[in-house]
């Protein structure tokens, strides 16, 4: 069964630390994709990367970054979490090109920022 | 700008057959999508229209008119299973040759007995 996992279905951390969610998937996928999840505001993009080493900011990327130096692993990073970071954070994969290239997302990662 | 719109809440009966709306005015168009999402869980795909018409896929169907920017998903014979949220999401042609997709807020469905 293909698969996007992420690491760490549940986090709390404090003001100001680094926080490091990975994503992992097993489908040799080229895209993949970080969203946040928020009551009224829906899924909203972070951030993507279409390839190796390559990305690109989304709708929301103030206060993050990201990593793909693998194809298969896709990792978001706060620098220095703040309290509006307290989200459930998605990550999708998809292959290459256009037409139906459906989004396989993971589990989340429910974010609580103190 | 990019705007997706679809109703917060929709309440049905089981066994009935419920109609979720969405508009979208987007800078480009390359399809559209509708997942299904559960409470705590992720999106899975239900559905894909990139051409006017109607997509049947067992008692889900899409619909996609691309003049009004206008879809509907439609869910037939209801079960008390179908209570999810469901979003409607569109693919522009922005990020490079491929688009990204753009999201609705969703809409939480419940059914009811």
């Known amino acids: 069964d293909v698969k996007v996992t992420q690491s760490s279905r549940y986090l709390v951390k404090r003001t100001g630390e680094k926080v490091f969610l990975e994503c992992v998937q097993d489908?040799?996928?080229?895209?993949m994709f970080w969203y946040r999840q928020d009551p009224g505001l829906g899924l909203r993009l972070i951030y993507f990367?279409?390839?190796?080493?390559?990305?690109e900011k989304g709708d929301i990327p103030e206060g993050y970054s990201v990593s793909r130096e693998k194809k298969e692993r896709f990792s978001l990073i706060l620098e220095s979490a703040s309290t509006n970071q307290t989200s459930m954070y998605l990550c999708a994969s998809s292959p290459a090109g256009s037409g139906a290239n459906v989004l396989t997302f993971g589990a989340g990662s429910r974010l609580t920022v103190l | 700008g990019q705007n997706i719109d679809q109703p917060t809440e929709m309440t049905a009966t089981e066994g009935a057959i419920v109609q979720i709306n969405c508009t979208y005015q987007t800078s480009g168009f390359n399809g559209l999508f509708w997942y299904q999402q559960h409470a705590g869980e992720a999106p899975t795909f239900l559905s894909y229209n990139v051409l006017d018409g109607l997509e049947e896929k067992g008692r889900f169907s899409s619909f996609l008119s691309r003049s009004k920017g206008y879809s509907y998903l439609l869910l037939k014979e209801l079960q008390m299973k179908d209570s999810a949220s469901y979003l409607c999401?569109?693919?522009?042609?922005?990020?490079?040759?491929?688009?990204?997709?753009?999201f609705g807020k969703g809409t939480k469905l419940s059914v009811k007995p």
């Open positions: 489908m040799d996928h080229e895209n």
């Open positions: 999401a569109v693919r522009d042609y922005g990020g490079g040759s491929q688009g990204n997709l753009i």
């Open positions: 990367s279409y390839d190796v080493k390559m990305k």
